[in-house]
T-cell receptor, first 111, second 113 residues
């Protein structure tokens, strides 16, 4: 069974204090590793897709990286508006396109 | 583009009643997914469709749950009879095709008393 584990569950940072979120996954033949952001009362919003180990993608203060077992979301010099829950999801290979989500990391950035 | 549209936004019902959640995917998207989110279990996939055909419903909790997609622009998730443990936020998402990124609706907050 596909499994995705995110850590920490919650992270509190001061504005400008860089850090990383972790996503460990176990899937059969990874097709893609997805990162989403979720604000309170809203649906998840897509950030990145990573397809192979060593791949990196960046968007503003966020950078996502991928290894064969983990993905990291690095947040550089965060701002209060980066506060949200960050969700990681893995999609296995074969004929099943099911996307398995982790429980997320609640990030709070204090001014 | 209006995005994925879900209705109602909130639903409060009593145990034993029938509940119907509705979803309009983004025009042109071929795949549609129903997820349920709770604090304890996070986001769980219930069922997904491709070209209006159900592909995997292994996440549907039990026979009380059913989903349909009669055409490319509409899907329903029905719970009959509802139980308090069904209380959760239900999300619908669509994608241009299988394996592509999902676009989520704003969800339906369901409370079963």
């Amino acid at each position: 069974e596909d499994q995705v584990t995110q850590s920490p569950e919650a992270l509190r940072l001061q504005e400008g204090e860089s850090s990383s979120l972790n996503c460990s996954y176990t899937v059969s033949g990874l097709r893609g590793l997805f990162w989403y952001r979720q604000d309170p009362g809203k649906g998840p919003e897509f950030l990145f897709t990573l397809y192979s180990a060593g791949e990196e993608k960046e968007k503003e203060r966020l950078k996502a990286t991928l290894t064969k077992k983990e993905s990291f979301l690095h947040i550089t010099a965060p701002k209060p508006e980066d506060s949200a829950t960050y969700l990681c999801a893995a999609q296995g290979g074969g004929s099943n396109y099911k996307l398995t989500f982790g429980k997320g990391t609640l990030l709070t950035v204090n001014p | 583009d209006a995005g994925v549209i879900q209705s109602p936004r909130h639903e409060v019902t009593e145990m034993g009643q029938e509940v119907t959640l509705r979803c309009k995917p983004i025009s042109g998207h071929n795949s549609l997914f129903w997820y349920r989110q709770t604090m304890m279990r996070g986001l769980e996939l219930l069922i997904y469709f491709n070209n209006n055909v159900p592909i995997d419903d292994s996440g549907m909790p039990e026979d009380r749950f059913s989903a349909k997609m009669p055409n490319a622009s509409f899907s329903t998730l029905k719970i009959q009879p509802s139980e308090p443990r069904d209380s959760a936020v239900y999300f619908c998402a669509s994608s241009p095709g299988l394996g592509e990124k999902l676009f989520f609706g704003s969800g339906t907050q369901l409370s079963v008393l």
